[in-house]
Structures are given as structure tokens and as C-alpha cells.
């Protein structure tokens, strides 16, 4: 069974902090994504990886940063945490192979910034 | 730029009444078409995904129907439990990319 894990379901943190959200796949999928969703704006993509220590800019990487040291783990980085990134982030992973193939997603983590 | 429309964005339906979710799709290059099952506070689960035109996938109660400009998610004979959030994405040819429509949220009264 395909299984992406995330090592918060709820996080509260401060303006300022530096914040890590860690996502695990147990697929050797390639491809990792985070995404943030916010309501009414639907999912956005804030970076994705397509190899160990490869990543890529998605549409709003302000304010981020990642970090793929191992095929299997994909961590998102906040410097410094601002109110404005309150969300649900979602992690997911794919297959590199001929033709497309579909997402899979973690759980979710549902940031607090106060 | 790729761009996903899903209607409506929300629809309240009795247990037993049959519907369809509409996703329409601006994409350069189709290179599929995903759908995907949100529950409240949970991450998308995957459905089904269309590569072509004409193309029918079907799990359940659910069938999902691929044109060239829009995709619709049938359902037929709903349960409460398929009471969620329905997701529609499309991918492009040439990047790793999925576009996200903003969902319809579905709802099966008893």
C-alpha cells in the first residue's frame, strides 16, 4: 500500500520561528511535492523534487525553503514564520515512469502562526 | 498557464439521487487528468486518472467521463459516506506539475 506520512498533524508556532515540516514516503517514488491549501484558493504548489538534493520552484516559494537529502524524505523549511502561512500543508509523492502518473498524498499538517 | 474550473462548489444531494461534478480544464498539452476524494482535515485521496478523450474510469458508485474541455464525476445512487470534497487536477506535458481546481463540496443527505 502506497503510505506518505508527515510528522505533525497539528503544529502551533510563533511569528518568527523556524519551523520543519518532515514528509516520509515508503514507496521509492522519485518525485515529492509540498503544497499549501488554503480555503477557496485550492492546493498550491510550493516546491517539488525530482531526485535527492534536486528541488524546484512551484508557484509560491516565498518564504520557503526544502530540503531532499534522502530518496525517501522531503522536508519543508520556514525561516521565519509569518501569520500569513497559516495552512493545511500537504506532502505527496509520485512515480517517475513512461506516461503519467498520479500523486499520493500524506495526511496533512495544519499550521498555526501566532 | 493551465487552469481547472470545478462546479459546482457545493451540492447537496438526498441518499439515492444522482448527480454529476463538472471539471473544465485549459491545458496546453493534456497529459492526464486526475481526481481526487478530500475528507475534512485529511490529505486528497486518490481516484482515478484519464489520459484521452472519451476515456471512462468507474470505482463504485462513482464514474468518471474525460472531453477535450472538461471532465464530469457521476455519481450514482449516493451514500452518506460519500459525503467529501471532490478534487479535480490536470497535468501538462513537460513538467512534473499538477494544476488543482478548488473542489466541489459534496454532501448526501440521509
Known amino acids: 500500500d502506497v503510505k506518505v506520512t508527515q510528522s505533525s498533524r497539528y503544529l502551533v508556532k510563533r511569528t518568527g520561528e523556524k519551523v520543519f515540516l518532515e514528509c516520509v514516503q515508503d514507496?521509492?517514488?522519485?518525485?515529492m511535492f509540498w503544497y499549501r491549501q488554503d480555503p477557496g484558493l485550492g492546493l498550491r504548489l510550493i516546491y517539488f523534487?525530482?531526485?535527492?538534493?534536486?528541488?524546484e520552484k512551484g508557484d509560491i516559494p516565498e518564504g520557503y525553503s526544502v530540503s531532499r537529502e534522502k530518496k525517501e524524505r522531503f522536508s519543508l523549511i520556514l525561516e521565519s514564520a509569518s501569520t500569513n502561512q497559516t495552512s493545511m500543508y500537504l506532502c505527496?509523492?509520485?512515480?517517475?515512469?513512461?506516461?503519467?502518473?498520479?500523486?499520493?498524498f500524506g495526511p496533512g499538517t495544519r499550521l498555526t502562526v501566532t | 498557464e493551465d487552469q481547472v474550473t470545478q462546479s459546482p462548489e457545493a451540492l447537496r444531494l438526498q441518499e439515492g439521487e444522482s448527480s454529476s461534478l463538472n471539471c473544465s480544464y485549459t491545458?496546453?498539452?493534456?497529459?492526464?487528468l486526475f481526481w481526487y476524494r478530500q475528507d475534512p482535515g485529511k490529505g486528497p485521496e486518490f481516484l482515478f486518472t484519464?489520459?484521452?478523450a472519451g476515456e471512462e474510469k468507474e470505482k463504485e458508485r462513482l464514474k468518471a467521463t474525460l472531453t477535450k474541455k472538461e471532465s464530469f464525476l457521476h455519481i450514482t445512487a449516493p451514500k452518506p459516506e460519500d459525503s467529501a470534497t471532490y478534487l479535480c487536477?490536470?497535468?501538462?506535458?513537460?513538467?512534473?506539475?499538477?494544476?488543482f481546481g478548488t473542489g466541489t463540496r459534496l454532501t448526501i443527505i440521509p
Open positions: 505527496a509523492s509520485s512515480l517517475e515512469r513512461e506516461g503519467w502518473v498520479e500523486q499520493y
Open positions: 523534487s525530482y531526485d535527492v538534493k534536486m528541488k
Open positions: 484519464l489520459y484521452s
Open positions: 491545458v496546453s498539452g493534456l497529459r492526464g
Open positions: 487536477a490536470v497535468g501538462n506535458f513537460g513538467n512534473e506539475k499538477l494544476t
Open positions: 514507496m521509492d517514488h522519485e518525485n
